[in-house]
């Protein structure tokens, strides 16, 4: 079984930033993309960023050059640094995860979600 746990959400004023992380813990054999969702209140959950387990990014244009992701690959922990944050990036931010565990199998796994919370 694999879990993820997320932290780092909270309230924040516009123009501050939060730091988010996602240690992901289980029967893991190997972590390939981790990434970050969102889904804000009466939206469909979109895409924010990911990283491949080669260190290649994907990031959404709404926050591209504010938000950073990053990984550790050993400690199989993925961060998104959100700086410049806007009333707009208000959110449940989801972390995902795909994997192959130790029975060989790929899987895609979600986090439980972390609120964050943008103040004009």
């Known amino acids: 079984q694999v879990q993820l746990v997320e932290s780092g959400g909270g309230l924040v004023q516009a123009g501050g930033s939060l730091r988010l992380s996602c240690v992901a813990s289980?029967?893991?054999?190997?972590?390939?993309?981790m990434g970050w969702y969102r889904q804000a209140p009466g939206k469909q959950r979109e895409l924010v960023a990911e990283i491949t387990r080669g260190g290649n990014t994907n990031v959404a244009n709404s926050v591209k050059g504010r938000f950073t992701i990053s990984r550790d690959s050993v400690r199989k922990t993925v961060y998104l640094q959100m700086n410049s944050l806007k009333p707009e990036d208000t959110a449940v931010y989801y972390c995902r995860i795909k994997i192959i565990d130790s029975t060989t199998r790929d899987l895609e796994v979600w986090g439980q979600g972390t609120l964050v919370t943008v103040s004009s």
């Open positions: 289980g029967s893991i054999f190997i972590t390939n993309t």
